[in-house]
Each structure stands twice: as structure tokens, then as C-alpha cells.
Antibody, heavy 117, light 115 residues
């Protein structure tokens, strides 16, 4: 069974950094393209970015609103996906989900990030 | 103009069918895209329902009932999620998605009320 468990969320001050993790199990993580998707309170889904598998180049693509402020990385030895966020702004307040593959077939439960002074 | 436009809400009766639309911006052709659909209930993450490009290129999510199906309306440049035999448990938010260039784009979501 595919399991994705996000962690690392919490309250952070504007301008601060935060790193989220997504622990994956139940599938071959190293072969999977992985995405981060966020959802602001009461709002719709917003894609944040994606990292390809290393066999497909391991490259990343980011959404325009966060490009330059985030880095997605992966550790295939520990089956963990990361989202490093810097220069956080209030608009980054959201539940952050990790999701698998090109079709976002499987999702974690999410971790809440609140950016507030 | 948004890349994907969904009506914000839709109501339908139990047992009836509901057709949820996802209209693509006029400069992008629905025929060239796989459209993905997700269901999200309050307090839960989204769940993948299905993907549809054509009758020969479609995929049902694991465990998703066959009363959920996808199609397209080329004349409207739209993808469609059809839910037949509506049940109270189908009440949820529904999102469409496409990969556009190298980015995922979501529609704004449709809140389906079954009453």
C-alpha cells in the first residue's frame, strides 16, 4: 500500500525558511516522479513543483509564484522527498501535500504551514 | 483568462447524473491533453479518480467505481467528469488538472452538492 507522510509544517515568521519532508513507502520511490501541491485555507489546489526520478534526469520544475524561493529534492536512500522554502510570505500559508507520479495518483495527508508574525 | 475553468458549484439529486465541466482556455486545444480528475472531501486530501484523453487513452483510478467516467466536448473545448447514479457520498469538491508545458495546472474546483 502506498503511504506518504508529510512533516515539518508549523508556524513560521514572514521571511523565514522551512523544510518539509515526505516519507514514502509501499512503492519504488526511486522510480517515481514526485510533486508538491498546496491548498490555502478554503481555497483550491495549487501545484508547487515536481522532481523527476534520477533515471529520468532528476530535474525539477516549479510553479511561477514560488520559483526562486523553493527547492525540491529527494533522497532515494531513505525514500524521502523534501521541499525547502525560503523567504516565506503570508500567501504561502497552506496545507502542503506530496503526491506521486505524473498523474498525482497518491497523496499524503498534508502538513499545515502557517506564515504569520 | 484562467487555463482551466470549472463552475464553482453544482447541485443534483440522488440517483441522477451530474456532468462536471472543465473548460480549457481558448488558445489550448482539449484534444491534445489528458485531463485528470480528483475528488476531495472536507478534511481529507484529494483522491485521484480518473484520467481521460480519448476512448483509447483513459485510465480509471484504483477502486474508483465505474459510475465515474470521463469524456470531452470538443465543441466546448472542455473535459467532462460524468457521475451517474449519484449517492450522498459523492458530495465533495472535484478538481480537474492538466500538464501544460512543464507545469501542472488545476481548475478552481466544483463543489458538488447531492440533495
Amino acid at each position: 500500500e502506498v503511504q506518504l507522510v508529510e512533516s515539518g509544517g508549523g508556524l513560521v515568521k514572514p521571511g523565514g525558511p522551512l523544510r518539509l519532508s515526505c516519507a514514502a513507502s509501499g512503492f519504488t520511490f526511486s522510480n517515481a516522479w514526485m510533486s508538491w501541491v498546496r491548498q490555502a485555507p478554503g481555497k483550491g489546489l495549487e501545484w508547487v513543483g515536481r522532481i523527476k526520478s534520477k533515471t529520468d534526469g532528476g530535474t525539477t520544475d516549479y510553479a511561477a509564484p514560488v520559483n526562486g524561493r523553493i527547492t525540491i529534492s529527494r533522497d532515494d536512500s531513505t525514500n524521502t522527498l523534501y521541499l525547502q522554502m525560503n523567504g516565506l510570505i503570508t500567501e504561502d500559508t497552506a496545507v502542503y501535500y506530496c503526491a506521486t507520479d505524473h498523474g498525482l495518483f497518491n497523496w499524503g495527508q498534508g502538513t499545515l504551514v502557517t506564515v504569520s508574525s | 483568462q484562467a487555463v482551466l475553468t470549472q463552475p464553482s458549484s453544482l447541485s443534483a439529486s440522488p440517483g441522477a447524473s451530474a456532468s462536471l465541466t472543465c473548460t480549457l482556455r481558448s488558445d489550448i486545444n482539449v484534444g491534445t491533453y489528458r485531463i485528470y480528475w480528483y475528488q476531495q472531501k472536507p478534511g481529507s486530501p484529494p483522491q485521484y479518480l480518473l484520467r481521460y484523453k480519448s476512448d483509447s487513452d483513459k485510465q480509471q483510478g484504483s477502486g474508483v467505481p465505474s459510475r465515474f467516467s470521463g469524456s470531452k466536448d470538443a465543441s466546448a473545448n472542455a473535459g467532462i467528469l460524468l457521475i451517474s447514479g449519484l449517492q450522498s457520498e459523492d458530495e465533495a469538491d472535484y478538481y480537474c488538472m492538466i500538464w501544460h508545458i512543464t507545469a501542472v495546472v488545476f481548475g478552481g474546483g466544483t463543489r458538488l452538492t447531492v440533495l
